[in-house]
Nanobody, 122 residues
Framework: QVQLVESGGGLVQPGGSLRLSCAAS????????VAWFRQAPGKEREGVACISPSNDNTNYAASVEGRFTIARDNAKNTAFLQMNSVKPGDTAVYYC???????????????WGQGTQVTVSS
């Protein structure tokens, strides 16, 4: 049984940092594309970042480019999203998901975590 468990969310002030984790079981993240999506109230789920299998190529949404970094630790079977210089607009529930390849559409992803809330506010 595949399970993805996110952690690390919380309340952070604008300009601060947060690191989200996505711990996987039942699936090897080193053979999967791992993506982070987010969904704010009343908005559609949007892709934030993705890391490809094998070559670890990464891509980011324009809104987070240069501020967020996606990475994975194969030994721990865990993926991460380092969030720096956060803004109120980053407030959302953040989800990790896996697929064969990085794709923009959430429907292309096979497995999802339960989500972790990130709130950026002073």
């Amino acid at each position: 049984q595949v399970q993805l468990v996110e952690s690390g969310g919380g309340l952070v002030q604008p300009g601060g940092s947060l690191r989200l984790s996505c711990a996987a079981s039942g699936i090897g993240l080193d053979y999967s594309a791992v993506a982070w999506f987010r969904q704010a109230p009343g908005k559609e789920r949007e892709g934030v970042a993705c890391i490809s299998p094998s070559n670890d190529n990464t891509n980011y949404a324009a809104s987070v480019e240069g501020r967020f970094t996606i990475a994975r630790d194969n030994a721990k079977n865990t993926a991460f999203l380092q969030m720096n210089s956060v803004k109120p607009g980053d407030t959302a529930v953040y989800y990790c998901a896996t697929a064969d390849f990085c794709r923009p559409s959430p429907e292309s992803y096979d497995y999802w975590g339960q989500g972790t809330q990130v709130t950026v506010s002073s």
